[in-house]
């Protein structure tokens, strides 16, 4: 069993940061993949960043060059840092995790960017 807890969401202006975060109940040093997902309202969930556990990632084509994920083993936590947002960037983001067949999610934190 995987909990997962995001935590960093709130209201940002266009143009401005947010670093997401995700913290793990278990060593994420045995999770081979986590990621970062988001669902704006209407639509599908969609893949958002990927980070495997020797640290390749992939990104949406949306936020190539404005989001960065990362992790650290040592605090058991995923972060997404998040720049030059826009307002399409508007969604619940949730944290993921695969182990042992199993995809575990969290329960996502709302990220707003608005005027």
């Known amino acids: 069993q995987v909990q997962l807890v995001e935590s960093g969401g709130g209201l940002v202006q266009p143009g401005g940061s947010l670093r997401l975060s995700c913290a793990a109940s278990v060593s994420i040093f045995r999770i081979y993949a986590m990621g970062w997902y988001r669902q704006a309202p209407g639509k599908q969930r969609e893949l958002v960043a990927t980070i495997t556990s020797g640290g390749s990632t992939n990104y949406a084509d949306s936020v190539k060059g404005r989001f960065t994920i990362s992790r650290d083993n040592a605090k058991n936590t995923v972060y997404l840092q998040m720049n030059s947002l826009k307002p399409e960037d508007t969604a619940v983001y949730y944290c993921?995790?695969?182990?042992?067949?199993?995809?575990?999610w969290g329960k996502g934190t709302l990220v707003t960017v608005s005027s």
């Open positions: 993921n995790a695969a182990l042992n067949s199993i995809s575990y």
